[in-house]
Every structure is written in C-alpha cells, then in structure tokens.
T-cell receptor, first 111, second 115 residues
Framework: TQLLEQSPQFLSIQEGENLTVYCNSSSVFSSLQWYRQEPGEGPVLLVTVVTGGEVKKLKRLTFQFGDARKDSSLHITAAQPGDTGLYLCAASTGTASKLTFGTGTRLQVTL | NAGVTQTPKFQVLKTGQSMTLQCAQDMNHEYMSWYRQDPGMGLRLIHYSVGAGITDQGEVPNGYNVSRSTTEDFPLRLLSAAPSQTSVYFC??????????????FGEGSWLTVV
C-alpha cells in the first residue's frame, strides 16, 4: 500500500499570511491531485500534476510536483478566510482505479 | 446539474443490521468508487467499478458488497454492520478509470453511525 504523508496536519494562520503544505511519499506516482474539502461536503478537485517538476498556479495557490514525482507542495499566498478547509493530496501509480489519499492538512484562516 | 447523488445523508444502525448506501451519477461516467473517511486516516478506497458489470476491491473491502448493474448506479451494501464501520462514506465518479489524472467528482457524503 502506498503511503502519502501530509504535513502539517493542522495549520492556523491569520489572513494575509503565506503557507505551504507538503505531500510526501517513497513511491513514484504517475499523477498527483490536490483537493479541498469543506465541512459536510465531498472533496473538490483543485489541480492535477503529471510531469516531474511541473508547477501550476490557480489564483493565489501554487502547486508543484517534485522532479522525481514522489512529492508535491501547495503554497498559498496571502491566505483568506475562504481558504479554510481540509486539503488532501491524492496520487496514483497508473490509473484512477487505485487512487491513494493523504491524511490531510486542516487549514484555518482567521481575520 | 445533479452530479453525484448519495442517499441517505445520515443513518444510525444497530450492530448486525444491514443497509444499502445509494449512489447515482448523471454524467455517464464509466468509473465509480466508494471511499470511507475516518479522522486522521484520509479517504480509503472500499470498492470500485470501471464499468457496468465490473467491480473490484479497494484497500478496505471487508464487510462491504457492491454491484454495478447500470452505468448510473453503484450501491454499497453493509452486510452486518459493526461499530468499526462508523464513518463518513463518499461515492465518487469519473469519466474513465483507466487514465490517471481524470477529474473525480465526489458526492456530499453519507454519515453512518453503528451503535
């Protein structure tokens, strides 16, 4: 079973601060996805990265896939209360049939 | 636009009872799956299906059965509920299970408590 470790587990910051969430594994992945989940709802896909070293930006969110495709990071610039939620990374070694999720990072952004 | 619809939203069961969690999608997706989410453990794959008539086990299949008689529906059956099955269950679907990187759409979840 692949193991995806996310850090930190919890993060409480003030509006305007920057933060980075990490997703690490000893396995090589064909693709990695980041999701955000709000209370009482299912996860919602933010981004998919497939190429080693790939960087994608989604407004204030920057996602990076490690060169060796074993790790990824999510950087949020100038966090806002609307960024509050559970951030999950998920990866597969080939097909979407065997998607493995990380344990999640719970982010709280306060005014 | 319904997307992935799960019912019921909340359910309380007694140990030993059986029940079925319903999941339906209206996007003509081939791939459907069931996950359970427990505190500190992320989402774990229970069963999945890559098309009508085809199902396979995920990481934690014990105590659960699935079937896929139509493209739209993928019910999850708890055969004899146990307290360890208390969890939040999510159904998900995507266009294809054969390509990584497909967008996976999740339902809103079903909160199950077994007492």
């Amino acid at each position: 079973t692949q193991l995806l470790e996310q850090s930190p587990q919890f993060l409480s910051i003030q509006e305007g601060e920057n933060l980075t969430v990490y997703c690490n594994s000893s396995s090589v992945f064909s693709s990695l996805q980041w999701y955000r989940q709000e209370p009482g709802e299912g996860p919602v896909l933010l981004v998919t990265v497939v190429t080693g070293g790939e960087v994608k930006k989604l407004k204030r969110l920057t996602f990076q896939f490690g060169d060796a495709r074993k790790d990824s990071s999510l950087h949020i610039t100038a966090a806002q209360p609307g960024d509050t939620g559970l951030y999950l990374c998920a990866a597969s070694t080939g097909t979407a049939s065997k998607l493995t999720f990380g344990t999640g990072t719970r982010l709280q952004v306060t005014l | 636009n319904a997307g992935v619809t799960q019912t019921p939203k909340f359910q309380v069961l007694k140990t030993g009872q059986s029940m079925t969690l319903q999941c339906a999608q209206d996007m003509n997706h081939e791939y459907m799956s069931w996950y359970r989410q427990d505190p500190g453990m992320g989402l774990r794959l229970i069963h999945y299906s890559v098309g009508a008539g085809i199902t396979d086990q995920g990481e934690v299949p014990n105590g659960y059965n699935v079937s896929r008689s139509t493209t739209e529906d993928f019910p999850l059956r708890l055969l004899s509920a146990a307290p360890s099955q208390t969890s939040v269950y999510f159904c998900a679907s995507s266009l294809s299970g054969q390509r990584s990187g497909n967008t996976i759409y999740f339902g809103e979840g079903s909160w199950l408590t077994v007492v």
